[in-house]
């Protein structure tokens, strides 16, 4: 085994060693990339085009771009995530998706470079996009998303461990993600992309708490600090409601400037059963459920808005 805080080398370094991470199948690579977790790419472009063409200009082109950067950004943080908590130790005993270290179905090295080659990704396509949006300080704020990335839980001092996980995913997939979206289209951003920006901020971070929820346990155990351990079991649970339902009261908010984005009210149906199962106690296995319904309800309720803000430009 490798003990917890101990950075194996390459992967023949730690074959040396006497360690067998085994060779992870293509199966087993698409669980690692946690794919439950890309509607959190998606509704940013969603959301942030629709504002684009209510304010009268889109380029679907444009949107294919932040729409891989965005993907690249949320897989790359994942593979990055599982190398970085795979050689703390931290990932050894846990209920969730595939971890590829902690489970040594992969090298630590080969983790870590689908990491890179994610942000690499990422990285190409921000600059094709910042190119035809002539937007070239966003070369900046892309540098600073991919450093988030890494750092979530790499280095010496990851902030994930110190509770700032929620405020970089509110930030980074939902005030950069979707304004971001929005202003290499069209140029501009208006009040309503603001308010749906922090929409989707709020319900990606919905996501990142109910995945923390269910680790809290595992989590206190090797000192990873995150927010949900901070708060405890019973305010984390409120946290999450709080954050799952209060994108619906924005609505409300945004239909007062514009009517048809009250669309966004009809995913609410969807999230009262995740809701309602968190505040109920759910743990374990059942959260793992709450945490695919969470990223349906963030889908929905972005499309939903995507579509009224587009009509906004008929009223």
Not at 48 to 68: E, F, K, N
Not at 247 to 272: K, N
Not at 280 to 302: C, E, F, K, Y
Request: charge should be positive; glycine fraction near 14%; aromatic fraction near 6%.
């Amino acid at each position: 085994m490798i003990r917890r805080g101990t950075l194996p080398g390459r992967g023949s370094i730690g074959r040396a060693r006497g360690l067998d991470f085994g060779v992870a199948s293509l199966a087993q690579w698409v669980q690692g990339a946690r794919p439950r977790t890309l509607p959190t790419a998606v509704a940013p472009v969603l959301v942030g085009t629709g504002a684009a063409i209510g304010s009268g200009t889109v380029s679907i082109g444009r949107a294919v771009l932040a729409l891989i950067v965005a993907a690249a950004l949320v897989i790359g943080v994942n593979f990055a995530n599982d190398y970085s908590d795979g050689i703390r130790g931290t990932d050894d005993e846990r209920v969730g998706p595939m971890r590829l270290v902690g489970s040594k179905a992969a090298t630590p090295a080969a983790v870590r470079t689908a990491a890179f080659v994610c942000f690499a990704i990422a990285a190409l396509a921000g600059l094709t996009l910042v190119s035809l949006a002539r937007a070239w300080w966003l070369i900046a704020v892309g540098a600073l998303c991919i450093a988030g990335a890494w750092f979530y839980t790499g280095g010496k001092r990851p902030y994930g461990y110190a509770g700032l996980g929620e405020v970089a995913v509110f930030v980074f997939f939902g005030l950069v993600g979707t304004l971001g979206t929005t202003y290499t289209q069209s140029g501009t951003i208006g009040p309503l992309a603001v308010v749906g920006a922090v929409g989707v901020g709020l319900l990606c971070c919905a996501v990142l708490v109910a995945n923390n929820l269910r680790d809290i346990a595992g989590d206190t155990e090797v000192g990873k600090r995150t927010l949900a351990v901070a708060l405890g079991d019973r305010d984390t649970r409120r946290f999450y409601a709080a954050l799952a339902l209060l994108p619906f009261v924005l609505t409300i908010g945004m239909g007062v400037l514009s009517l048809p984005v009250l669309l966004g009210l009809l995913a609410l149906p969807l999230a009262i059963p995740p809701t309602r199962a968190v505040l109920r106690g759910a743990d374990g296995r059942p959260l793992i459920r709450v945490l695919q319904q969470t990223g349906m309800v963030l889908l929905a309720w972005s499309t939903l808005t995507a579509v009224g803000l587009a009509l906004g430009l008929a009223f």
